[in-house]
């Protein structure tokens, strides 16, 4: 039984182009975060959504819009990709976050390569 | 805004040793969490082990253990009878308490411990 799920994996595409990656959690977790890992390692919030709004945006481009259609889903649509995209994406949950004891159970990551 | 910084990028250990990879962080609240997660080869973002501020108690976790100094805001793993399947990166973060923009974590650069036979 997956906990947190991501679709696809991995991800080859050109500069320009526009993809997305989905994530799923089945443990009833209300908050769901995205977060890209670059190439040094180094893991940077983007977003955050509980209960299907928006809590944290950190400061993303325009071009990466997340979509939420349930509490169990939040997914991540990139428009235009540049060079710099490319990274590991991990998709998070964590129960609600009105409790403060929020531990996050992350998906196995989209490796993302724009060429 | 909080900051975590680990200042060891890269640590090796013998198995069976012992080792602690260091975490220090900056914040003006009082109430608030820790966490280790570890990220083996494999990528799979895992929680080591977290500790509450309000507890003085350190937190362990069969061989990992914690140093939670919060006056010196501090925040140590230590790894005991390490194993090759402890080689990972370790990662520390922080989170507040009651955080409006709940559930937001600032994380650490990262660790990256290799366990040798």
């Known amino acids: 039984d997956t906990a947190v799920s991501q679709t696809p994996k991995y991800l080859v595409t050109q500069m320009g182009n526009d993809k997305s990656i989905k994530c799923e959690q089945n443990l009833g977790h209300d908050t769901m975060y995205w977060y890209k890992q670059d190439s040094k390692k180094f893991l940077k919030i983007m977003f955050s959504y509980n209960n299907k709004e928006l809590i944290i945006n950190e400061t993303v481009p325009n071009r990466f819009s997340p979509k939420s259609p349930d509490k169990a889903h939040l997914n991540l649509h990139i428009n235009s990709l540049e060079l710099g995209d490319s990274a590991v994406y991990f998709c998070?949950?964590?129960?609600?976050?009105?409790?403060?004891?929020?531990?996050?159970?992350f998906g196995p990551g989209t490796r993302l390569t724009v060429l | 805004a909080q900051t975590v910084t680990q200042s060891q990028p890269e640590m090796s250990v013998q198995e069976a040793e012992t080792v602690t990879l260091s975490c220090t962080y900056d914040?003006?609240?009082?109430?608030?969490?820790l966490f280790w997660y570890k990220q083996p080869p494999s990528r799979q973002m895992i929680l080591v082990i977290r500790?509450?501020?309000?507890?003085?108690q350190n937190a362990t976790e069969n061989r990992f253990s914690v140093n939670f100094q919060k006056a010196a805001k501090s925040f140590s793993l230590k790894i005991s009878d390490s194993q090759l399947g402890d080689t990972a990166m370790y990662f520390c973060?922080?989170?507040?308490?009651?955080?409006?923009?709940?559930?937001?974590?600032?994380f650490g650069d990262g660790t990256t411990l290799t366990v040798k036979p």
């Open positions: 914040t003006s609240e009082n109430n608030y969490y």
């Open positions: 998070a949950s964590a129960p609600n976050s009105g409790e403060a004891y929020n531990e996050q159970f």
């Open positions: 500790q509450e501020a309000y507890k003085q």
């Open positions: 973060a922080f989170m507040k308490h009651g955080d409006t923009n709940a559930g937001k974590s600032t």
